[in-house]
């Protein structure tokens, strides 16, 4: 158990985008999160009280997140989640996997949705969930 990063041949941003592009770990997630603030559309903080830090940018729904050094944006959509054969949740929560995992069967996850956001999260590995690809 614990915070174990995959393998390569398990990285599916670097298996379809080859290297330098990789998965983000959950430990990287945590400080992304923790090095930045959430805005809206406008680019005005929302209150860290606001549990649903869900904003519409050009039409889509997701977080918009800006960092506390640099001032660069990032936003993560409202991916929702595949499931066998369906799509579901896309536009109210977003499920993003990270290069980490805990046993067999879980790994670690960004997820997000009316009820807050949790950087660290914890699914079942055959959960569909968006990749955002980062590099070194």
């Known amino acids: 158990a614990g915070d174990i990063p995959v393998g ?3 990285d599916a941003a670097r298996a379809n985008l080859g290297s330098p592009w990789r998965m983000p770990t959950t430990a990287e997630f945590a400080e992304l999160f923790a090095g930045s603030i959430y805005i809206d559309a406008t680019g005005t903080e929302i209150p860290t009280a606001t549990t649903d830090k869900r904003v519409t940018v ?4 997701g977080l918009y997140l800006q960092s506390k050094t640099n001032g660069n944006r990032l936003f993560f959509a409202c ?4 499931n066998g054969t369906s799509w579901n949740n896309r536009g109210s929560n977003g499920n993003y996997w990270s290069a980490s995992f805990n046993s ?3 790994a670690r996850n ?3 949705n009316s009820g807050g956001v949790n950087p660290q999260n914890n699914n079942n590995r055959y ?3 968006a990749v955002r690809p ?3």
């Not at 991916?79 to 595949?82: A, H, K, M, T, V």
């Open 79 to 82: 991916s929702g989640n595949g």
């Open 134 to 136: 980062v590099q070194n």
């Open 110 to 112: 960004l997820n997000f």
């Open 127 to 129: 959960n569909g969930f």
């Open 58 to 61: 050009n039409g889509i729904v």
């Open 8 to 10: 390569e041949e398990f």
């Open 104 to 106: 067999a069967r879980n």
